[in-house]
């Protein structure tokens, strides 16, 4: 039986990551949005004191991120910010885009979504948690996850729903 390189396997997977965030961050500014990594994190838990009642209360925040001990780039969550001028209700007629209602012509007004980059699409609970804190507090207006495609090259993005409480 072949003994795996654990160093090796864990070089390969970090270079496979990174190929496939480049290429979400491509497929993103090839359908019109404005891309940029987010440099944030959520903290999961600080302590707070209440004045004058002595107690103690856990909340989360949102933190610079910082690298890890091995890692050269940063580590925020999500991975990219992607906004796009929000220009009302669009439709699409013989695959043109078209204003449906011009009323509704929003000139200064953006759409900005969080975007994670997940090869398999699966978040581990302390992301599912961040995601929720994030949505809850309208840090985004989504957050997408994108993942790879059943077809070879291809992107699937799907959005994180907020969990009722």
Known sequence: MKKIDKQKQGKRNIGIG?????????DLEAKGWICARWTKNVEAEFKVKIKGMGKVQYRKRLIPARQGKFRKVSTGFPDFIAFKRDFGLI?????????LDIS?????????????????????????????????????????????????????????KLKKK
């Open 18 to 26: 990174r190929r496939f965030e480049a290429k979400v961050y491509k």
């Open 91 to 99: 439709v699409e007629k013989n695959g043109k885009e078209i204003i």
């Open 104 to 160: 509704s012509f929003k000139p200064n007004i953006y759409t900005i979504e969080g975007i994670e980059c997940k090869s398999n699409g699966y978040l581990t609970k302390e992301e599912k948690e961040k995601c929720d804190w994030l949505l809850d507090n309208n840090v985004f207006s989504k957050i997408l996850i994108a993942k790879k495609g059943k077809k070879r090259g291809e992107i699937e993005y799907n959005e994180w």
